[in-house]
Nanobody
Framework: VQLQASGGGLVQAGGSLRLSCAGS????????MAWFRQAPGKERKFVAG????????KYADSVKGRFAISRDNAKNTVYLQMNSLKPEDTAVYHC?????????????????WGQGTLVTVSS
């Protein structure tokens, strides 16, 4: 499975961005999808995840109420809508996929990764 993330950029604090991650497989709907982020010099951290049929979503406490994950299985794409952005949201955002239908937060539990897209939030 190949994943291609896009949508990053430079935005002022309080602004919004929407990230997209397109998958190459026709069985996209049978993968749990998640977004992680990694700031310079820091470990990769879970941001949000979504189960196969949108039954379950999970968010990091730091983004609850500001970010929303969604998916369109017909388009093989998962989205991350980011609102009320803060400078501390600055990071490279990666999408990831796993087959088992449980949304987990540990990076090592994901089988496939996209290349990442940079989000920079200025104060």
């Amino acid at each position: 499975v190949q994943l291609q993330a896009s949508g990053g950029g430079l935005v002022q604090a309080g602004g919004s961005l929407r990230l997209s991650c397109a998958g190459s497989t026709r069985t996209f709907g049978t993968y749990v999808m998640a977004w992680f982020r990694q700031a310079p010099g820091k470990e990769r951290k879970f941001v949000a995840g979504i189960s196969w049929s949108v039954v379950t979503t999970k968010y990091a406490d730091s983004v609850k109420g500001r970010f929303a994950i969604s998916r369109d299985n017909a388009k093989n794409t998962v989205y991350l809508q980011m609102n009320s952005l803060k400078p501390e949201d600055t990071a490279v955002y990666h999408c990831a996929a796993r087959r088992t239908n449980v949304v987990v937060t540990t990076p090592s539990n994901y089988d496939y990764w996209g290349q990442g897209t940079l989000v920079t939030v200025s104060s």
